[in-house]
C-alpha cells in the first residue's frame, strides 16, 4: 500500500504535539469513500520494546478473513499518552506494506477525533493512510456523555468544551459502550454505522478482534503471500 510521509518519525515528544496540533487541521470529518467491500482492523501487542503489529482485512458486510499481515518491529517513541500514534504507527505501516489486499475502510483500536488535539491514531492513520478510518477505542480518553439505552445500536454524543468529538455506542444489549470518533474521509453517522455493522455477537468489531488475537499471538495470519 502506498502511504504519505507528512512527518520524521524521529521527533521528541514536544515535537510530536506540535505535529498533532499541525495536521488535525487536514482531517476530512465527510464521507468520501463509495461502496464498501472491504474492511481492515488494526492492533498492537508489545513486550519492552519490541511492537508485533497486525493488519487484518475482512470481507463486508459478510466479515470473512481475506487477508493480513504480522509485522514484528523494535520501537523508539516512548510510551506517552496522547501520543500513542507515534509510538504505534510506524509498526503498523509495515504491515499495511505486506497486504495484497486494499481495504476500502480501516477500524482503528484506538481514539480519533475524542482526543485533546483532536489527532488520536485514527486520524494520524487515516492522514498518512489518505484513506478512511474509524475511531473505536473500549475506554473513553476524555470527554462527558449521557447515558446510552440498553439496547444494541443505542448511542450518545461525546463532547468535548461543546464541540462533538465522538460518540458513546451500544454495541450489544446490556454491555458497557465502546468509543467511536471520526478518524479521516468519514462522518461520524457513517462511522457510527459501519462499526454496528461490524459487530455480530460480541461489543467489539470483528475487525478489532481478529487484528487483537493476531497481535497478541492467539491466532496466526494464514499465509497469503
Same mark, same amino acid.
Given at each position: 500500500?502506498?502511504?504519505?510521509?507528512?512527518?520524521?518519525?524521529?521527533?521528541?515528544?514536544?515535537?510530536?504535539?506540535?505535529?498533532?496540533?499541525?495536521?488535525?487541521?487536514?482531517?476530512?470529518?465527510?464521507?468520501? /469513500?463509495?461502496?464498501?467491500?472491504?474492511?481492515?482492523?488494526?492492533?498492537?501487542?508489545?513486550?519492552?520494546?519490541?511492537?508485533?503489529?497486525?493488519?487484518?482485512?475482512?470481507? /463486508?458486510?459478510?466479515?470473512?478473513?481475506?487477508?493480513?499481515?504480522?509485522?514484528?518491529?523494535?520501537?523508539?517513541?516512548?510510551?506517552?499518552?496522547?501520543?500513542?500514534?507515534?509510538?504505534?504507527?510506524?509498526?503498523?505501516?509495515?504491515?499495511?506494506?505486506?497486504?495484497?489486499?486494499?481495504?476500502?475502510?480501516?477500524?482503528?483500536?484506538?481514539?480519533?477525533?475524542?482526543?485533546?488535539?483532536?489527532?488520536?491514531?485514527? *486520524?494520524?492513520?487515516?492522514?498518512?493512510?489518505?484513506?478512511?478510518?474509524?475511531?473505536?477505542?473500549?475506554?473513553?480518553?476524555?470527554?462527558?456523555?449521557?447515558?446510552?439505552?440498553?439496547?444494541?445500536?443505542?448511542?450518545?454524543?461525546?463532547?468535548?468544551?461543546?464541540?462533538?468529538?465522538?460518540?458513546?455506542?451500544?454495541?450489544?444489549?446490556?454491555?458497557?459502550?465502546?468509543?467511536?470518533?471520526?478518524?479521516?474521509?468519514?462522518?461520524?453517522?457513517?462511522?457510527?454505522?459501519?462499526?454496528?455493522?461490524? *459487530?455480530?455477537?460480541?461489543?467489539?468489531?470483528?475487525?478489532?478482534?481478529?487484528?487483537?488475537?493476531?497481535?497478541?499471538?492467539?491466532?496466526?495470519?494464514?499465509?497469503?503471500?
Amino acid at each position: 500500500m502506498q502511504y504519505r510521509q507528512l512527518h520524521s518519525w524521529d521527533v521528541s515528544p514536544e515535537e510530536a504535539r506540535n505535529i498533532q496540533n499541525s495536521l488535525c487541521q487536514l482531517v476530512t470529518r465527510t464521507d468520501e /469513500f463509495g461502496h464498501v467491500q472491504t474492511v481492515a482492523g488494526v492492533d498492537l501487542g508489545f513486550k519492552k520494546n519490541l511492537a508485533r503489529a497486525s493488519v487484518v482485512v475482512l470481507r /463486508f458486510p459478510g466479515l470473512e478473513f481475506i487477508d493480513g499481515a504480522i509485522v514484528e518491529s523494535s520501537v523508539r517513541f516512548p510510551y506517552i499518552p496522547g501520543l500513542l500514534s507515534f509510538r504505534e504507527i510506524p509498526p503498523l505501516l509495515k504491515a499495511f506494506d505486506q497486504l495484497k489486499t486494499e481495504p476500502d475502510i480501516v477500524i482503528a483500536d484506538g481514539q480519533g477525533l475524542a482526543h485533546p488535539r483532536r489527532l488520536g491514531l485514527a *486520524c494520524h492513520l487515516g492522514l498518512i493512510l489518505d484513506k478512511p478510518v474509524i475511531g473505536c477505542a473500549k475506554s473513553r480518553l476524555l470527554g462527558e456523555h449521557g447515558e446510552p439505552d440498553r439496547e444494541k445500536g443505542s448511542y450518545e454524543y461525546l463532547f468535548d468544551k461543546g464541540e462533538v468529538i465522538g460518540a458513546a455506542v451500544r454495541t450489544r444489549r446490556d454491555t458497557s459502550v465502546i468509543y467511536v470518533s471520526i478518524g479521516h474521509r468519514i462522518s461520524l453517522e457513517s462511522a457510527i454505522g459501519l462499526t454496528l455493522r461490524c *459487530c455480530k455477537t460480541f461489543r467489539l468489531p470483528e475487525t478489532t478482534r481478529y487484528a487483537h488475537k493476531a497481535a497478541s499471538e492467539k491466532i496466526e495470519i494464514p499465509n497469503q503471500h
